[in-house]
């Protein structure tokens, strides 16, 4: 229950696909209230103690979400749910030039920046639907 209530004053508003790119990342940091949703393909390096080192799997075995919560130039900070006895106390860093994510979202929970809004709203016109499924059949066709 106590969930419940915590959970019910974070509801997703919206939500928006970042690209995977060094700036696009750290502006989307800067501008989220909690942190990125970034979703990284992961081998069996991940179970490891410790991480040697946090960077692309040999071999991909599955994919897992985490949270990045800043940047500071050089590399990124992911939270993990694992729990705290993950890497470091349940965050590891991670340079994008080795270990870049295969997709990432920025969540909204609160106020949606107009920019997001005009978005929303122009994706809602039959316009705006008639590019998504061309997007879609592209991206099925590449």
């Known amino acids: ?10 509801k997703i508003r919206a939500y928006a696909s970042v690209p995977i790119d060094r700036d696009m990342l750290a502006n989307a940091i800067d501008e989220s209230d909690a942190g990125i949703l970034v979703r990284f ?20 075995i599955s994919g897992h979400a985490t949270i990045t919560t800043n940047y500071d130039g050089n590399s990124f900070r992911i939270a993990n749910t694992w729990g705290d006895d993950w890497a470091d106390n349940g965050t590891a860093y991670h340079l994008l030039d080795t270990y870049k ?6 969540v909204y929970y609160n106020q949606i920046p107009q920019h ?3 978005q929303l ?19 099925l066709l590449a």
């Open 1 to 10: 229950d106590r969930l419940k209530v915590i959970a019910s004053q974070y």
């Open 41 to 60: 393909s992961i081998g069996r390096e991940w179970w490891t103690k410790p991480i040697e080192p946090l960077r692309a799997p040999k071999n991909a």
């Open 101 to 106: 994510p295969t997709e990432a979202w920025i």
């Open 116 to 118: 997001v809004e005009k």
């Open 121 to 139: 709203t122009e994706r809602e016109e039959i316009l705006g639907k008639i590019k998504d499924l061309l997007q879609s059949l592209l991206k």
